[in-house]
T-cell receptor, first 115, second 113 residues
Framework: AQKITQTQPGMFVQEKEAVTLDCTYD???????LFWYKQPSSGEMIFLIY??????QNATEGRYSLNFQKARKSANLVISASQLGDSAMYFC????????????FGKGTLLTVNP | AAGVIQSPRHLIKEKRETATLKCYPI?????VYWYQQGPGQDPQFLIS???????DKGSIPDRFSAQQFSDYHSELNMSSLELGDSALYFC????????????FGPGTRLLVL
């Protein structure tokens, strides 16, 4: 079974500053994917970034980067230059080959960006 | 390109009624996943389909059933609705070749009264 742990129920950051959202995972599978999704108050689930277990370089997508530390089983999301529109719930999720790629989510971190 | 389409976006039902949620995946996506997100909770996997066949099943009540049709759209049928079924239901789609990344639809918000 897979497990995702997000230990920060809520985070605050000042506009234009960087913020790191923590995520640790647990799986016995060697082939897996790690994801971050953003869920604004409107409810939609927006894909942000993906990291494969065999990827040697950390994934980056614009202002988002994933700090992947395989030995520590962590996949932290770094948001640079925070914007007011970044205020949302952020979910870390995992999929594994052995489970037909269904996603297992963490409990989420509510990020608030202050002006 | 068009994203995943879900209909209806909002649905209000009485207890013991039935509901049908529809999902239209991104063009050329052959895999569909359904998730249920209760208030203040993370999404939970319900069921998935690949090439019109059920590929995996999660914590889906026996009162629920789903299928994927020849045009790859999927429907989630929910019967004998209970108050606890009130949730946001997401459909997500992916391709066989890129099955890691799932793209979510806007969700159907179901309220059972």
């Amino acid at each position: 079974a897979q497990k995702i742990t997000q230990t920060q129920p809520g985070m605050f950051v000042q506009e234009k500053e960087a913020v790191t959202l923590d995520c640790t995972y647990d799986t016995s599978d060697q082939s897996y994917g790690l994801f971050w999704y953003k869920q604004p108050s409107s409810g939609e689930m927006i894909f942000l970034i993906y990291q494969g277990s065999y990827d040697e370089q950390n994934a980056t997508e614009g202002r988002y980067s994933l700090n992947f530390q395989k030995a520590r089983k962590s996949a932290n999301l770094v948001i640079s230059a925070s914007q007011l529109g970044d205020s949302a719930m952020y979910f870390c999720a995992m999929s594994v080959l052995g489970s037909n790629y269904k996603l297992t989510f963490g409990k989420g971190t509510l990020l608030t960006v202050n002006p | 390109a068009a994203g995943v389409i879900q209909s209806p976006r909002h649905l209000i039902k009485e207890k013991r009624e039935t509901a049908t949620l529809k999902c239209y995946p991104i063009s050329r996506h052959d895999t569909v996943y359904w998730y249920q997100q209760g208030p203040g909770q993370d999404p939970q996997f319900l069921i998935s389909f690949y090439e019109k066949m059920q590929s995996d099943k999660g914590s889906i009540p026996d009162r629920f059933s789903a299928q994927q049709f020849s045009d790859y759209h999927s429907e989630l049928n929910m019967s004998s609705l209970e108050l606890g079924d009130s949730a946001l239901y997401f459909c997500a789609s992916s391709t066989a070749s890129g099955r890691e990344t799932q793209y979510f639809g806007p969700g159907t918000r179901l309220l059972v009264l």
